[in-house]
């Protein structure tokens, strides 16, 4: 699928979705900026994409922070070039029945997932905006459809689908798409937290899950990966505002 190379920006993506997707973005020849927390944390990203013979560079950003996101994006623009790919994929859990539930843990949740989006969407659009071109995936889940002690998560994850719908609508005169990936169970360090908190050997999870999945096995990085990278294409211009389950069935 031959596609323009453009400058990309991948949050979260020192390890799990994150980095398989910059790694997939620069195999289709974009120039990919890996933002995480600790940039040091990027460089196995970086790394591999380098080794590969593509273009990429690590960015330590917290995108819920919005000086942060507007240093690293202008960073992102003159170091690769005006940003018209962005992947808003950072995120975090913290699990918790709602009774048992801090207000830490619901206002963490949504700083990542819905502030870190809408700061970094910001701060992109107005560079897609300039191009005329533009491609916004948020990562959502199929945990927006409800998922016990997930109320913190499942809002935002809900809310991203919202949000994303609504850039559709804003940004499609300009170039811009906007669509939502949302995962079902994906083998990352995010899902082997959740086996450790309920006191699951991951491997057992793993094998437990994937009965419960129409194809039969949990899905991997590079699934979202492949996703994305159809997302982001030069074809896939008439394609906005959508919520593509990628969870090897209806759900999860
Ligand atoms: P992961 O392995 O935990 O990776 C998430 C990355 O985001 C980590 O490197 C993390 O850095 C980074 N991050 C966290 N907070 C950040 C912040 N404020 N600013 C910048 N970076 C930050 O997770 P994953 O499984 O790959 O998930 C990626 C995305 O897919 C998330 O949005 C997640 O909610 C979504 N998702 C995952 C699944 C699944 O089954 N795995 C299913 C549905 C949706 P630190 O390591 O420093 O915290």
Known sequence: ??????????????????????????????????????????????????????????????????????????????????????INNAGITRDNLIFKMTEEDWDSVMGVHLRGAFLMTKAAQAYMTQEKFGRIVNLSSTSALGNRGQVNYSAAKAGIQGFTKTLAIELGRFGVTANAIAPGFIQTEMTKATAERIGVPFDDFIAFSAKEIPVQRVGQPEDIAATVSFLTSDEAGFVSGQVIYVAGGPKD
């Open 1 to 86: 699928m031959a596609t323009t190379p453009r400058t990309a920006i991948v949050t979260g993506a020192a390890r799990g979705i994150g980095a398989a997707t910059a790694k997939r973005l620069a195999a289709d020849g974009h120039a990919v900026a890996v933002l995480d927390l600790d940039e040091a944390a990027c460089a196995e990203t970086v790394d591999a994409i380098t080794a590969a013979g593509g273009k990429a560079i690590a960015v330590g950003v917290d995108v819920s922070k919005a000086d942060q996101v507007a240093a690293a994006v202008t960073r992102v623009a003159d170091e690769l070039g005006a940003p018209t790919i962005l």
